[in-house]
């Protein structure tokens, strides 16, 4: 069955990246023969190097810094600005993450850009600030971000085309067995409600059926008002079983407060957007969505 699978997922792929070769639409290569890939931030590091493993001639480079998270209000900086002169191509998550692109096509127009959520087979949900651009989290659109990068990257560089498709079907395989995976753990948790700490997890909810009944910060790293502290602690006294989940790179106190007034116990939910952009990193998605099934299982039996 594995290997009938395997072999449908090639077929599909291969129809995905139908007409990568064609010379028509590649990209001239800096001076130096490399090809310089830049991605905006780091889940489009993840998936570049997948695609890219093994290839010469191929420089990956991430342009905001480890500890970097979501890039709602990111401000380019000089570092960023001369790293992305030296950009062939530049691979952003797009639906709104990357705000900055403006300032970017100003000063280099003729930079290409490969916007990984800008796929049909990618539905955008929708919250009060517009498009929800966190789409990595449901593994089915991280699938279709990684055809939808490999694809453009076939078609401006065709000479690595073929590797870039046999490397893409094996991350794909990788991504397909996690998802089945997590299906098995968390389909039939007995507990579906969840409290997040910001707007990042309505794919990740959408895609296991969870139900996001409240944030604790709409705009992650500002404190909540009192009186959205006040409508979160009724929010997760209403439960059944009274969770909150944090992220890493923010800090808790405000999930601190809500859980004393509560008795609410506290997880960690990874977004999975800070990572040291080293060759490591390829299974860095894989690994940290497993630890989030292990914590949801944790909270939600």
Sequence with gaps: MKKIITALLALLLALTLAGCGSQQNATSKSKDGTLH?????????????NITKGVDGV????????????????QLTTDNLKTLEKADVFVINGAGMEQFLAKIADNQPNLKVI?????????LLQDDEGPNPHVWLSITYSIEQVKNISRHLCALDPAHADAYKKNTLEYINKLTQ????MHQELDDLPHKDIV????????????????????IEREP?????????????????????????????????AAQTIARETSGQIY???PIVTGEATPAAANDYLQKMRQNMQTLKAALQ
């Design 37 to 49: 890939i830049v991605t905006s931030f780091y889940p489009m590091y993840i998936d570049v190097i």
């Design 59 to 74: 420089e990956v480079t991430n342009l905001t810094e480890p500890q970097t998270g979501c890039l709602h209000d990111y």
């Design 115 to 123: 916007e990984a959520s800008k796929s049909d087979d990618i539905h």
């Design 178 to 181: 996690l998802r089945e995976e």
């Design 196 to 215: 997040t700490f910001h707007e990042a997890f309505p794919y990740l909810a959408k895609e296991f059926k969870l139900n996001i009944v409240g944030v």
């Design 221 to 253: 790293g500002t404190e909540p008002s009192p009186a959205e502290l006040e409508q979160t602690i009724d929010q997760v006294n209403a439960l059944p079983v009274k969770v909150l989940f944090t992220e890493p790179q923010y800090s808790p106190s």
């Design 268 to 270: 960690t939910l990874d």
